[in-house]
């Protein structure tokens, strides 16, 4: 009898910081980390956030600790990365998961409108990852955190589009430079709901009707739903994968009208 093994989908002793990881999206893969195993540091801005994640990561007897992080200052990412060598002994992981919106038209948006979005959804990518993947460990993951906008055309979402659109870009270049010590994969969520969009995308509205109907699974989805991608890319189980990006969307990107 032939016998197969397989490296298990974990991240069980992972050292690991979410950067945007204290609201939305990054908050659900920091806590799903934390919830499999992982010490977790989630950050963010905000204060308040920092530490209402903490407080959660350490209910679920996660190794942590509170620091703030501005994607625009490469100061206080300088400040993330030494509490995590210094709290954690190291840094196996990183997601990035920090974003900006705009929501005006091509025509309408103005320069400070489109270098805000962009520099903290795209440079802020470039930031963390020159900061943090020189002090990674050898066969470390960097995840980053893209979007269905990147490849599909959405109203008033010029900003946010380049920069996700960018951010592929980025992460196959850097999956391919930072070869073979790290792994650099992305993620893109399609219609996801978080607390920052809850009303938008409410059952019995219109928007969220054309959603359904696109989508070969009918819904949109939790957030939750999109820790299971990243723990998989973080995971050793993924330790062939890199330079992809995982679209996590229901089938919608897949399905004509």
Not at 152 to 160: E, G, R, T, W
């Amino acid at each position: 009898m032939v016998s197969y093994e397989h490296t298990p989908v974990s991240v069980s002793d992972k050292r690991v910081v979410v950067v945007g990881g204290t609201s939305g999206i990054g908050q659900a893969i920091a806590l799903g980390f934390g919830s499999e195993g992982a010490d977790v540091i989630g950050t963010s801005r905000s204060e308040d956030k920092v530490d209402t994640t903490a407080a959660a990561l350490e209910e679920r007897g996660v190794t942590t600790t509170r620091v703030t992080c501005d994607v625009t200052e490469t100061a206080t990412i300088e400040r993330v990365r030494e509490a995590a060598i210094e709290e954690l002994g190291g840094i196996d992981v990183v997601v990035v998961s920090q974003g900006a919106i705009s929501r005006e038209s091509v025509l309408g948006i103005d320069d400070d409108d489109w270098d805000r979005v962009t520099d903290v959804a795209l440079d802020g990518v470039r930031r963390v990852t020159q900061t943090f993947a020189p002090a990674m460990t050898d066969g470390g993951a960097i995840i980053t955190i893209s979007s269905l906008t990147a490849r599909l055309s959405m109203a008033k979402l010029p900003a946010y589009s380049a920069a996700k659109g960018g951010v592929e870009a980025f992460t196959r270049a850097a999956a391919k430079e930072l070869a073979p010590e790290l792994r650099v994969n992305a993620i893109a969520p399609g219609f996801v709901i978080t607390p920052q969009n809850e009303e938008t995308y409410a059952e019995g509205t219109e928007k969220r009707d054309r959603i359904d109907q696109r989508t070969p699974l009918s819904r949109v989805a939790e957030r939750e739903e999109i820790v299971g991608g990243a723990v998989f890319l973080a995971s050793d189980a993924a330790s062939y994968i890199t330079g992809e990006i995982l679209t996590i969307d229901g089938g919608f990107a897949t399905s004509a009208l």
